[in-house]
């Protein structure tokens, strides 16, 4: 049986006091006793279990605790042998203060010793006469690990966000298998969810936000250079069928878009300051409302772009709308083909800022890559055909910038592979002439992905995991690292696909949700598990 460990701490700070927290030593006013909990999770025993004794995962020798002030100087240092940290570690000269980070590493024994865990806790306050505990949530390094606490629902084809103060915004995705109606055989009917929450990685938890305005599934997100997370398109059903024709049909949207004939809103915007979403008017020249299953939304200087996707029948747009400073959707000029499931990302160089379209087309004889020169009011002009080596008709990949001239995507289908999945990954690399085609680097898979979710690792490299090879749709655990350092990193706890990979903060990656495969029906997953590759 393979069990993973998640860690949790409550850092207390004491003055004074010594009723509130029993068996704290005081040393003065501006002294601290950090405790610890273990929580353990199992394939089998699927609760947390808290231990009673305060241990440390196995493997750790010593533990060195590091306190920062808010802009991020080193306050106190203190590193204890595992022997004296039975109960908690005594942190002397600690001043008072607000917005402290309080760093743990778990040190092996080996000279020089490695870190084996790490986990940390951000704005903690420390003052005299207050008692402080603060709930974090920790990592093995170089390991998987469960994460304790599940999401208020499972979900499944949603998307995940960083924000800026650390946490994660998850919205919408299927969080329901129909049990009224039927789409014929090994097919099961969706329902979109318009629940949104977040994870706070400080503590490995959940927290339920307001609802969206309409329910979205296959949407598309991007956090705005404000903070703000902008979402798009979606539908409120879908079919999941195994044994498709194609991986492109295996997950569908079952209406022409977001609410169907409802005319619920097509974009909205989250604040998260406010904690709040606002639906983003359309501008009179739209006409009618936009329809997009599968777009893709890029967040740019000026606004964003919301381009492509596909309606009910399954035909691609080439429309593009811009969504301005101001607030609001107006069409911008279309791309130069129709696409869905297609990558497009801002590419800045020396002379302004571009937008390339990756794959998605229909057709053998369009361009599989164009570039989109953007204007200084965030407009995009009509395009350009790229000329570069891209396999033909590349659908579905999962993409991740690895800076602001180079993209990496993975897996996905061609239409010459219509029922299985692809075993590449592809990295692009921009040059500083604008508007000019990638030099494009290939690597291969550990398996075909489709339905995969991939992130960008601390060293540079690309993280690809869980997905699934064909249209039996049986999920993958299995994980790959391409163009860095990493090799060979485990597999998931929980094999899955639909999912999303986030990197957080302290560089670990967030896997949400998906489709499990259970007694042999499909499960929507509610669990999330975090991945440590640091060394």
């Known amino acids: 049986m393979r069990s993973s460990v998640a860690v949790c701490a409550a850092a207390a700070v004491v003055s004074g006091m010594l009723g509130a927290c029993r068996g704290l ?56 042998s595992i022997l004296d940290t039975a109960g908690g570690i005594d ?24 870190i084996v865990w790490r986990a940390e806790a951000r704005g903690v306050t420390t003052g005299a006469g207050e008692l402080v505990r603060v709930p974090l949530y920790a990592t093995r390094v170089g390991a998987e690990t469960l994460v304790c606490a599940r999401m208020n629902r499972g979900t499944f084809a949603h998307t995940a966000t960083a924000l800026d103060d650390g946490r994660v915004l998850i919205a919408g ?30 503590r490995g938890t959940f927290t339920v936000l307001p609802s969206m305005t309409a329910q979205r599934a296959l949407h598309a997100a991007t956090r705005l250079a404000d903070g703000r997370v902008l979402v798009a398109g979606g539908t409120s059903s879908g079919r999941l069928t195994t044994l498709a024709p194609t991986l492109r049909e295996a997950i569908v949207g079952a209406d022409g878009g977001v609410g169907g004939a409802t005319g619920t809103a097509f974009a909205e915007v989250y604040d998260p300051v406010a904690n709040r979403w606002s639906a ?13 299953v599968l777009p893709v939304a890029v967040a740019l200087s000026a606004g964003a772009v919301i381009a492509g996707g596909q309606d009910a029948l399954g035909a691609a747009s080439a429309a593009r709308y811009l969504f301005t400073p101001a607030g609001a959707l107006s069409l911008a000029s279309s791309m130069v083909v129709a696409r869905a499931e297609f990558v497009a990302v801002r590419v800045v ?13 229909e057709s053998v004889d369009a361009p599989e890559i164009e570039g989109t020169i953007v204007g200084a009011d965030g407009a995009p002009d009509g395009g350009t055909p790229l000329d570069a080596s891209v ?41 500083d002439a604008l508007g000019a085609a990638p030099r494009v680097v290939d690597a291969g898979l550990s398996a075909p992905r489709a339905f995969t979710a991939a992130a960008r690792l601390p060293d540079g490299g690309l993280l690809v995991a869980g997905g699934v090879s064909d249209t039996t749709l049986v999920p993958l655990a299995s994980m790959d690292a391409l163009f860095g350092a990493l090799e060979s990193p485990p597999a998931l706890v929980r094999a899955r696909f639909s999912h999303t990979a986030t990197t957080l903060h302290d560089g670990t990656i967030l896997f949400i949700g998906g489709l499990t495969v259970d007694g042999g029906a499909f499960l929507i997953s509610d669990e999330a598990e975090v991945y440590n590759s640091t060394r």
């Open 25 to 80: 030593r005081v040393a003065g006013d501006d002294s601290a006793r950090l405790t610890f909990d273990e929580r353990a999770v199992s394939d089998a025993g699927e609760e947390c279990v808290r231990s009673s004794t305060g241990a440390l995962p196995p493997g750790i020798s010593s533990v060195r605790v590091s306190v920062f002030d808010g802009a991020g100087a080193a306050l106190v240092t203190v590193t204890k």
């Open 91 to 114: 942190v002397v000269d600690l001043p008072a203060g607000s917005d402290r980070t309080i760093r743990f590493e778990g040190l092996s024994a080996q000279e020089p010793p490695e």
């Open 173 to 202: 995705g299927f969080s329901a298998l129909s049990v009224v109606g039927s789409c014929g055989a090994n097919c099961q009917l969706l329902v979109a969810t318009a629940r949104a929450e977040a994870y706070d990685p400080t």
């Open 280 to 292: 983003v008017p359309l501008d009179v020249s739209l006409g009618s409302q936009p329809s997009a």
């Open 349 to 361: 160089t020396d002379g302004g800022e571009f937008l390339a379209s990756i794959g998605g087309t």
């Open 391 to 431: 396999p033909e008709l590349l659908h579905g990949a999962s993409s991740v910038a690895q800076s602001v001239r180079v993209f990496d995507i993975a897996g996905g289908s061609v239409a010459s592979l219509a029922s299985t999945a692809l075993a590449i990954a592809l990295r692009f690399d921009f040059a």
